[in-house]
């Protein structure tokens, strides 16, 4: 089936940058299901970037994930594939897929719901951005759920990390509060046909964000559920202190980051990590995760209790105001 894109306002139909390739403002795409007035961009990555848009049929409005088809990424495709499973195994906190379409010669969309803000944003919000204790440990609590509901997929995400954890548009108290994880683009099957483990590959291409990636991926091994935990991990900890002790280097500088993130698993490299965290029960936390290998079945149960633990030791209801719901 073929797609095209009507009434663009000031769009440009030549050039080879991403910009000439993206929609202008108020055009129209569309879909297979339907067609989509183009509204504001609310991220904008090397391949593509997303839009909010509205169904023309009814004003709803939507997210849209577009990559420009010149590239030769394939994270949309990984993305649809991902959103397809999730949908059919009835996974609630990861997306699912509203519509889908390709603008010849410009571009290819999935039309998704359109969710809250993200994590990143959300704790840039208070004093040294970071969340209270209360907060951060409930959120950490709350991104376990998807992270374990993509891995039932038999996928691992290979970028956890806190701007693709996303509030839900609305919800009315803490107890319905849930988070969404979002951007499959880099995921992977760690499963074969058959269910089995794949085998894993060797010296593999780095994948993810430095600050948040495990140091297998720092250290070109094949990434599993349990290294996503790891960035689980690491994000945590920054949702609760602020910031991490290789915060201050460059993306590209990822051989110094897996040097301080190895300190950190020491006993007094940890304590400098953990500040303003409940460092008994995270380093409960570190010492299993690190002693996991490629093939080993994380225990998301036992990680959840040691979180619940926390809380308790320190005093959090898990139906205590949010930060941000503070009167």
């Not at 379409?101 to 999935?110: L, N, R, S, Y």
């Not at 979002?182 to 760690?190: A, K, L, P």
């Not at 950190?264 to 936390?285: H, N, Q, S």
């Not at 079945?297 to 930060?323: P, Q, R």
Request: aromatic share 10%; hydrophobic share 35%; proline share 3%.
């Amino acid at each position: 089936m073929s797609f095209e894109l009507e009434s663009c306002e000031n769009s440009e139909s030549s050039g080879c940058s991403i910009d000439d390739k993206l929609p202008a403002k108020n055009c129209l795409i569309r879909g297979k299901d339907g067609v989509y007035a183009v509204g504001r961009k609310i991220a904008q990555g090397r391949f593509g970037a997303v839009y909010e848009v509205l169904r023309r049929s009814d004003g709803k409005p939507f997210a849209c994930k577009l990559e420009i088809c010149e590239v030769h990424s394939h994270g949309l495709d990984m993305d649809y594939t991902v959103m397809h499973k999730a949908a059919k195994k009835g996974a609630d906190h990861l997306l699912r897929m509203i519509d889908r379409g390709k603008i010849e010669e410009h571009f290819k969309f999935i039309i998704m719901p359109l969710l809250g803000d993200n994590l990143m944003k959300m704790r840039f919000m208070f004093e040294d951005g970071r969340f209270s204790l209360s907060t951060g440990l409930r959120l950490a609590l709350l991104a376990l759920t998807p992270i374990q509901e993509l891995h039932n997929l038999g996928y691992v995400h290979r970028d956890i990390k806190a701007s693709n954890f996303c509030l839900p548009p609305h919800f009315s108290s803490p107890q319905d509060m849930k988070l969404m994880l979002i951007d499959y683009g880099v995921c992977r099957s760690f499963k074969d046909k058959s269910g089995e483990l794949k085998t894993p590959r060797e010296d593999i291409k780095f994948r993810g964000t430095n600050r948040y990636a495990s140091l297998a991926a720092h250290h070109g091994e094949e990434q599993s559920p349990k290294d996503d935990l790891e960035s689980w991990f690491y994000m945590m900890i920054e949702l609760i202190s602020g910031d991490l002790p290789w915060s201050h280097l460059h993306r590209d500088d990822r051989k110094e980051t897996a040097e301080i993130k190895e300190q950190c698993r020491t006993a007094d490299g940890c304590l400098l990590m953990m500040k303003y965290c409940p460092r008994v029960e995270f380093r409960r936390i570190q010492t299993y995760l690190s002693g996991l290998k490629y093939q080993n079945t994380v225990d998301y149960t036992f990680i959840s209790e040691v979180v619940h633990l926390a809380m308790k030791n320190n005093g959090v209801k898990i139906d205590e105001k949010f930060d941000w719901q503070e009167d």
